[in-house]
């Protein structure tokens, strides 16, 4: 996992949410540990990933699956992030459900 990806992410905004919906539970943010594995949290939502990352022309992307709970019900799904300096764009995509842009601002 290239270094630039690791560490936490908080998300500052969603195309789906307002930002008190973010951080409901608790602070929203994206982990990513060296090894790939990592954690997402927004809103009632709560997940592992798993992130690799891929070439897409020039451009490069880390995409990720997946899974965990949704105000308690198991929801799952896959995405990808960008990253330019200390800013990541990225979509999320819900197994059958909806999908969101977000923006997260690298803290760690």
């Known amino acids: 996992m290239?270094?630039?990806?690791?560490g936490t992410w908080r998300i500052k905004e969603m195309e789906l949410c307002d930002e008190d919906y973010i951080d409901m539970v608790g602070?929203?943010?994206i982990k990513i540990?060296?090894?790939?594995?990592?954690?997402l949290r927004f809103g009632a939502?709560?997940?592992t990933?798993?992130?690799?990352?891929d070439q897409i022309g020039e451009a490069e992307r880390l995409e990720?699956?997946?899974?965990?709970?949704?105000e308690g019900d198991p929801c799952s799904g896959r995405g990808w992030m960008k990253i330019k300096g200390s800013e990541m764009n990225g979509r999320i995509y819900f197994h059958l459900g909806d999908d969101s842009g977000f923006t997260a601002l690298k803290t760690k």
């Open 45 to 47: 939502v709560e997940a």
């Open 49 to 53: 990933l798993d992130c690799k990352t």
């Open 2 to 6: 290239k270094k630039d990806y690791i």
């Open 64 to 70: 990720f699956t997946f899974e965990g709970s949704d």
């Open 27 to 29: 602070t929203g943010q």
């Open 33 to 39: 540990r060296k090894n790939g594995i990592g954690s």
